[in-house]
Nanobody, 125 residues
């Protein structure tokens, strides 16, 4: 069983930055890829960014490309989401996810097996 613990959310103003962290427990799951999704009130969960360890590939939603950066540590246990130039529309609960993905599934919730509890990000305009 993989456990994912997110941290780093908070209340910021538009234009500010935040860095989210997600720690993945369980050495047996070191190769599980990691992704970030978000869900705003009344909306469906949407893809934000993902990292596939096997190819060191990263993926981004169009709405965050150029502003957000996903990265990980060498042990493949922690994924970070650096969020710059935050906008009010980035307000959501951000979820970390882990799973064995292929390029076609890295950006969809169904590509992941495990999910964290989420961390709230609120951007005031």
């Amino acid at each position: 069983q993989v456990q994912l613990v997110e941290s780093g959310g908070g209340l910021v103003q538009a234009g500010d930055s935040l860095r989210l962290s997600c720690v993945k427990s369980g050495r047996a799951f070191a190769n599980y890829d990691m992704g970030w999704f978000r869900q705003a009130p009344g909306k469906e969960r949407e893809f934000v960014a993902a990292i596939r360890w096997s190819s060191s590939s990263t993926y981004y939603a169009g709405s965050v490309k150029g502003r957000f950066t996903i990265s990980g540590d060498n042990a493949r246990n922690t994924a970070y989401l650096q969020m710059n130039s935050l906008k009010a529309e980035d307000t959501a609960v951000y979820y970390c996810a882990a799973g064995l993905t292929v390029p076609a599934t890295a950006a969809i919730p169904g590509g992941y097996h495990y999910w964290g509890q989420g961390t709230q990000v609120t951007v005031s305009s």
